[in-house]
């Protein structure tokens, strides 16, 4: 078959987007060591799963790695390869574990260790020819894991575990059932020979050095969320969104803005439209009673948040212009208050058309 030509366009060189994530590895080293001086003597891992909780594992797993972070969690098979392309693929484990022979054979052939999260998935490994894994012990989220009565299965004690998990369901809570897990959990550990024991996420690592076990894995907190009290003014913020100003226009008394002409004009405004909408992470719900920012001065959002745009209001900035760069406010406690979305939710759903910045 001839080779496809390459039209021009496929080499053009990609202007600048007006769409940026500004990352602040330096915070993110520094909440990672702040988590792990909180974890100690508990070695601290790091949740990188859906690409680094939307922060970019590029930038995410080597600024990990150089703070003293050696082990590394996904959920899916496919964000292996992102992660070993920066650490030994040994760091890397994976939540969702060995379903099938073929992801069994994949993690041989990588190198990422599974987590084994039921009987089945034991046998799958163990005819795989697996060796090294760890074993996640529901007890009691009812989401993933063998069950605690299970811990003395013959299937789960012919595995060679590294790390014997499991996972709160309300650390970021003051519930009873924290220490109701703790405790199932070390009863259970007891049936299971184990390298090291890990319990903890970002909040679970706020309830106190009982929880702290061998290991703690962090992943909200890395990445500037706060998700308990006892954080705060400990964690720094990591992500910065900013939206370029696409266009500038004036309207008049009575106009409308936006999809369903939700706001009309009581008088005569500038506004300003801004590339960014809810493909971008920024839902509707985010739009309401929301300024953007700059220096000193704020814009509120009018009308509604369209998929790509939002307008602002920038009467009192004259000097506004298209290719001006706006923040979006990104506090990730204070945003999650104010729009009702979690910290995890904000984070995540950021979407693929921001250009990481440092
Ligand atoms: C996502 C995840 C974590 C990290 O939790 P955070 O609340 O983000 O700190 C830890 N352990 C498991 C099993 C997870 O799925």
């Known amino acids: 078959m001839a080779p496809r030509a390459i039209s021009p366009m496929n080499t053009a060189e990609l202007p600048p987007a007006t769409l940026r994530l500004r990352i602040d590895t330096a915070a993110l080293a520094k909440n990672w060591r702040v988590l ?20 970019g594992v590029d930038r995410a797993v080597p600024a990990l790695c150089d703070a003293g972070c050696r082990q590394f969690y996904v959920a899916h098979w496919s964000e292996v390869a992102p992660v070993i392309a920066h650490v030994p693929a040994g760091q890397v484990a994976v939540l969702h574990g060995v379903g099938s022979g073929e992801e069994a054979a994949y993690a041989m052939a990588t190198g990422a260790i599974p987590v084994i999260n039921s009987l089945e998935q034991a046998a799958i490994w163990k005819a795989a020819g697996g060796g090294k894994c760890h074993v996640m012990i529901d007890s009691g989220i009812n989401r993933l894991g063998i069950a605690p009565e299970e811990a003395g299965d013959p299937a789960i004690t012919a595995l060679d575990i590294d790390i014997l998990i499991s996972h709160l369901a309300s650390a970021d809570e003051d519930s009873a059932l924290n220490q109701q897990q703790l405790d199932l959990f070390r009863e259970a550990s007891t049936y299971i ?10 909040a679970g690592i706020c309830l106190g050095s009982e929880y702290h076990l061998d290991h703690t ?4 907190a890395l990445y500037g969320g706060i998700p308990r009290r006892e954080l705060a003014g400990e964690i720094a913020q990591v992500v910065f969104p900013e939206a370029g100003v696409i266009q500038r226009r004036r309207i008049t008394a ?3 803005v936006g999809y369903n002409a939700t706001f009309t004009a009581r008088e005569n405004l500038e506004v300003a439209t801004v590339s960014i909408g809810y493909a971008d992470g920024f839902l509707r719900l985010r739009g309401r009673n929301c300024a953007l920012h700059k220096g000193d001065s704020r814009f509120p959002i009018l009308g509604r948040v369209s998929m790509d745009m939002v307008v602002i209001d920038c009467s009192a900035d004259p000097s506004l212009r298209a290719g001006d760069f706006l923040h979006i406010p990104f506090d990730l406690p204070i945003i999650a208050e104010s729009c009702g979305l979690s910290q995890y939710e904000l984070l995540t759903t950021l979407g693929n058309r921001f250009q990481i910045v440092t």
Do not use: E, I, Q
Not at 36 to 55: E, F, M, Q
């Open 254 to 256: 009575g106009d409308s």
């Open 217 to 220: 894995r962090p992943g909200l």
């Open 36 to 55: 792990d001086r909180l974890s100690a003597p508990a070695t601290t891992g790091a949740a990188v799963k859906a690409n680094a909780y939307g922060v």
């Open 193 to 202: 020979a184990h390298a090291r024991m890990s319990l903890s996420n970002s």
